[in-house]
């Protein structure tokens, strides 16, 4: 036989047309495979694509709230600032008002005291008697005693306006002299 032949008998013996269609079956899988691959990857890019966008969004979003915080936390503050300023007001006209109220009042003391100053002076004087001018002057002062007469004291009581206490001195005893006595009156004053 002929090595052609043979070649041709063996040619005959196999059958291409499958293995052809395999190889084209083959090809086509290969194919739709790429082609399903480079789909799967044009969506793998595009969820990829989206969560860079979702990450960029709230990366905006967190740096928007923290200038947000930051915007809130001054309102608060400038809040409580506004607070302590209003309480600090009322506290001042509270004490204005009682000031004013303080002021009038020790004002009306002050007329009453000169009308009453004037008077026993003025009384006083007319009578001429120099015990009655310190009498009214101690009066004045506030200090008593105990009698009309000098000479019948035997106690002194002694108001002082700043402290409202009042102190009794006892004029009976003899190893007080003129100056203790006067010094004593004016400490208690």
Not at 24 to 34: A, C, G, N, P
Not at 59 to 65: K, L, M, N, R, T
Not at 78 to 83: A, F, G, P, V, W
Not at 98 to 125: C, D, M, R, Y
Request: aromatic residues 6%; glycine residues 2%; charged residues 30%.
């Amino acid at each position: 036989m002929d090595p052609i032949d043979l070649l041709r008998d063996v040619a005959k013996s196999f059958s291409t047309n499958e293995e052809i269609a395999s190889t084209e079956r083959v090809s086509v899988d290969i194919t739709r495979l790429s082609l399903f691959r480079e789909a799967k990857l044009a969506e793998a890019r595009d969820k990829l694509q989206d969560q860079i966008r979702q990450r960029d969004l709230c990366q905006e979003s967190v740096a928007g709230d923290s200038t947000t915080s930051e915007r809130t936390q001054h309102v608060h503050e400038l809040e409580r600032e506004k607070m302590r300023l209003a309480r600090a007001i009322n506290d001042l006209e509270e004490t204005l008002n009682a000031t004013q109220a303080a002021t009038s009042k020790l004002n009306a003391e002050l007329e009453l005291v000169e009308k009453e100053s004037q008077q026993p002076i003025e009384s006083a004087v007319e009578n001429d008697s120099s015990a009655a001018l310190q009498l009214k002057l101690f009066r004045t002062l506030g200090v008593t005693f105990d009698a009309e007469k000098p000479e019948k004291y035997t106690k002194c009581m002694i108001r002082s306006n700043t402290t409202s206490n009042v102190a009794t001195l006892d004029l009976n005893v003899k190893e007080y002299s003129g100056f203790f006595i006067t010094n004593y009156i004016w400490d208690k004053l």
